[in-house]
C-alpha cells in the first residue's frame, strides 16, 4: 500500500508574479518582506487583504528588499510558525562560477525541454537567477519534508549552473520583484515562463522515490510516496537538520568552533537526502565557504567522501531492515541523535537561536513548544487560559463578597445558618468570605 499526494481538482494558473506568494488560494498566513538595506532589518507582513500594499512596495524599486517564499504566523518567520508552503524557490549564483546569463538560461530552457527539470513560473533576474516554482493552493507545513527534499534534489541537478545548495530551509528569501540590488544598482526583473501551477506530486515526478537511490522516471509517469513511516521520518529529520545546520552556520557568522564535526555531519545529512557524492561533495564545500574560518578544501573533501560512504552504508542496511531502526547491524554508523549533534558541535545555543531550529533542539526547548501547542490547542477549543481562569473566580468571589454584605446589611446580626438562607451561599463558603470582610 502506498500514499499518493492529493492533486488539486482542476488546474490553476497564475498571470503574475504575484500570485505565487498572495492569491485567493493561497491566503493562509502572511508573506514578509525584510528590508536589508540597513541594520534595522524592518519587517512588513502581508496577507491577501494587503496585496496593494505589497505591490506598491515592489514598484517603488525599494534597495536590498527580500520576500519569504512562503507564509507564516504574523511577527514569525521561524520554521515552527508556518502556516503555508506556498513556493520551491533555486538560487542561481551562476556568476560566482564564471558562466554567462545566456549560458545558463539557454541550459535551462534545454532542461525543461528535455523533461528533466520542470518550467519554472518565474523566473527573476538580477545579479544570478532564482527559478520559482507555484505550489497550486498552497501546502501543509506537514509537508514540509517533501518540499525540502524536492527543493534539494532541483539543487543537485542545477549545481552545474551555481545553485546554492547550503541553504534549503523554508523560512528562506529571495529578493522582492523590481526591487534594486544594493551593490550593482540592477534592478530585479521577472520574466513568466509558465502560467500552470504545480502540486507536490507533479513536481516529485521529477526526482529520485524517497525510497530508492536510482533515477528519478520519466515524466509522466505515476509515482507515489512510501507508506512507511520510518523512510517519510528519516527524510524528514534529515531535510529538517540540513536546514538548521545551515541556519547555525548563519546566525553564527560562520564562527564555528568544531568545523570537522560539522563537516561531517553537514555531508552524511545531505548525503541522505540526494544520495549523490557529488552533489553531498558540492553542498559541503558551499557550506564550508560561509565559514569565517574556512577548512582547507582537501579536509573537507576527506571527511566528506567518509560521511557519505557511511551514509550510504546507513541507508542500504535500512532499506534491507524494511526501513526500521530497530534490528539494525550494531557496527554501522547510524544518524546521530539530536542532542549528540548539539554536544558534538559544542554549541550553547541563545533562546533565540533555538525557537529558530527546526529539530536541533535541547530537552527545554522541546518541553515549552509542547507547552505552547497545547496552550494554542485549549484556546482552539475555547479553554481559558490560567489567567482567565483566575480572573473569572477572582469575579466570581467579589460577587459572593457583594451579595454576604447586602445580606448582613439587610439582616444585621443574623446567624450564620439565616444567612444561608438568604444568600443561597453554603456554610464553609460564607465562612471563608467572612474572614475577607
Known sequence: MSVAIRKPQEETFIDSWYECYLSERKKSGYVVTIDLSNEQHKQIWYGLRDLKHLLKASERGLKDVYLSLNAFEHGSRKTADLKQIRNIGVD????????????????????VFSGSLPCPNIIMNGRGVQLVYSISGGAAPQMAYLTQYITNHFVKMLM??????????????????????G???????????????????????????????RKTKRKGTITTLPARKGVMDLYSLNT??????????????GVIENRNDLTYIYSF???LIVKNQAATLEMTFQLNAKLADPQPKKEVERTAKNAYKDAMTFFDEFAKND?????????????????????????????????????????VEKQRRDTERKRAKRREEGVATREEYLAKEQKKTEDKL????????????????????????????????????
Open 92 to 111: 542561481l549564483d551562476f556568476y560566482k562560477i564564471g558562466l554567462s546569463k545566456e549560458y545558463v538560461i539557454k541550459q535551462l530552457h534545454d532542461f
Open 160 to 181: 552545474p549552473l551555481g545553485a546554492d545548495g547550503s541553504c534549503s530551509d523554508l523560512s528562506r528569501v529571495f529578493r522582492l520583484p523590481y526591487s534594486t540590488h
Open 183 to 213: 551593490k550593482t544598482g540592477q534592478q530585479i526583473t521577472v520574466d513568466l515562463w509558465t502560467e500552470r501551477e504545480y502540486s507536490l506530486q507533479e513536481l516529485y515526478e521529477y526526482v529520485p522515490p524517497l525510497e530508492k537511490k
Open 240 to 253: 529538517k537538520r540540513k536546514a538548521d545546520l545551515e541556519m547555525i552556520v548563519e546566525l553564527r557568522n
Open 269 to 271: 545529512t545531505t548525503a
Open 323 to 363: 526501513y526500521k531502526r530497530v534490528g539494525l547491524p550494531p557496527n554501522i554508523i547510524k544518524p546521530m541523535r539530536n542532542d549528540t549533534v548539539i554536544r558534538k558541535l559544542n554549541i550553547d545555543f541563545t533562546q533565540d537561536e533555538k525557537e529558530k531550529m527546526s529539530t536541533l533542539i535541547d530537552k
Open 402 to 437: 457583594t451579595i454576604l454584605k447586602r445580606a448582613r446589611e439587610l439582616y444585621p446580626g443574623a446567624s450564620i445558618r439565616k444567612l444561608v438562607e438568604h444568600t443561597g451561599l453554603s456554610k464553609s463558603v460564607i465562612g471563608r468570605l467572612m474572614k475577607q470582610l
